[in-house]
């Protein structure tokens, strides 16, 4: 039977702490319900007394946050130097904070308790132990974090040592030996948790930061080496370069390392992730392990034409086991085998011979400028206009955009089409933000009557990329858009050395995408 791992997410107070992310307590609240059902052991809700969102957020909790699987912890410090547990404030804050488990944070390292706190190391190994005593006689269940253990260990062992003595003997249930530098290797880790795990009846923990970009492999490392808990974030996130990336820890542990986790939902990992990077609002790198868009899709014709003779012949592990999907990428890479084990699962009528003109096609397309991998929506367009689709929705016979600015730098755009619509000749004009807002607005004038569809299809991104910059205002433009109904979403491409009419490429395609989609 494989070793159990204990799984603390330390996403609401060490994951905050990333530039550009600041959740509100009702954010906050939605993440720990998330993380529950993900399963996760422990949840480290914040630093009460720290400010007051952490305070509101456990104040709140005792009432909003009805948890399942996973219990909700305090973080918080030892006393401070030349001070009693009881007269301690922030000690007073983690028992009003009223969770079953806290874990307080110390120094480990002596230049830090001599320079940083301006004590002795007597009085260093004294904070830890009497806030851990203390807080265990209040009731508390506690976690104890050295910070900068692996640097404090490896410049004074002795100190280090004593400090996780220390809480030990006063009861910590957890000792976590913290990177709190990032500059540790998966060698440290390793050789550190085994020299110690002969010392220790507590079961010990590690917490990484990313700063040497080795903070999942020394988690692992420690894993193997002994260690009970691993700290870390949901997405890597933290400050500076993040913490130990949950998001690749788990599904590591349990699929590569046979590790029994609580964490029994690892199928929604990627659903999650996802969910939680939109509440952080802090988008999901596309190329980032297990739960990137881009973590399972293939763009070489080696692997796709692989791929479609045998599952997962170019895949570490079946991307369902972590709520993930398969991607073919379509580009100029891409070879017939590819396109026809894609037409296959999408119940396109295609031969080799068509599949060969279509291939053909992408490639001299993107030596144009364009761009298949990210617009899905114009790779179905070319390859539908290739077997022989007629364009049943509209024709464009002439576009006119004009823009209108006053005195004050205000400005407004107006498009004119002239289109042909289930055979009719229709002309209208409507205004807009800007070019591509006054298009859009002209086109679904013309086509709602007909196509009440519309309604639900809206443009979600707009990018423009210029091809080649050193031809100046004479250069190629590509204009890349993102469309949705609500259920899917799709891209679609332009280009042209008019930015006007690359975008209406991409724009008009973009709604006859969702006009076939609609229709099947």
Known sequence: MSKPVEIYDTTLRDGTQAEGLSPTVGEKLRVARLLDRLGVDFIEGGWPGANPKDDEFFERAKTELDLGSSILVAFGSTRRPRQTPESDDQLARLLAA????????????????????????????????????????????????????????????????????AAAIAGAERLILCDTNG??????????????????????????????????????????????????????????TGNADLCSVIPNLVLKMGRDLSTDHLDHLHPIAHEIAEIMNAPIETRRPYVGSSAFAHKAGLHTSGLARLDGAYEHIDPALVGNTPRQLFSELMGRATLLQVAKERGWSMDAELAQRIVDQVKDLEHQGYQFEAADGSFELLARR??????????????????DADGDGNASATATLRLTVDGQDVELARSGDG???????????????????????HLTDYKVRDLDSSDGTAARVRVLVETSDGDSTWGTAGVHQNIIEASWEALSDGVRVGLLRAKA
């Open 183 to 240: 500059g540790s290797l998966p060698l440290h880790a390793s050789e550190t948790v085994t020299t110690l795990l002969s010392r220790f009846n507590v079961p010990l923990g590690v917490h990484f930061h990313n700063d040497g970009s080795c903070a999942v492999a020394n988690s692992l490392a420690a894993v193997e080496a002994g260690a009970y808990q691993v700290q870390g974030c949901i997405n890597g996130y933290g400050e500076r």
């Open 386 to 403: 290739t077997a022989g689709w007629e364009d049943e929705y509209f024709e464009l016979r002439s576009l006119l955009v004009t823009i």
């Open 435 to 457: 070019p591509v807002h006054a298009m859009d607005q002209a086109l679904r004038a013309a086509l709602e009557p007909g196509y009440p569809e519309l309604n639900s299809v």
């Open 98 to 165: 009223d969770t079953e488990v806290v874990c307080i944070v110390g120094k480990s390292w002596d230049r830090h308790v001599t320079h940083a706190l301006n004590t002795s190391l007597e009085e260093g190994v004294a904070m830890v132990a009497e806030s851990v005593e203390y807080l265990r006689s209040h009731g508390r269940r506690v976690f104890f974090d050295a910070e900068h253990f692996f640097d404090g260990y490896r410049d004074n062992p002795e100190f280090a040592v004593s400090i996780l003595e």
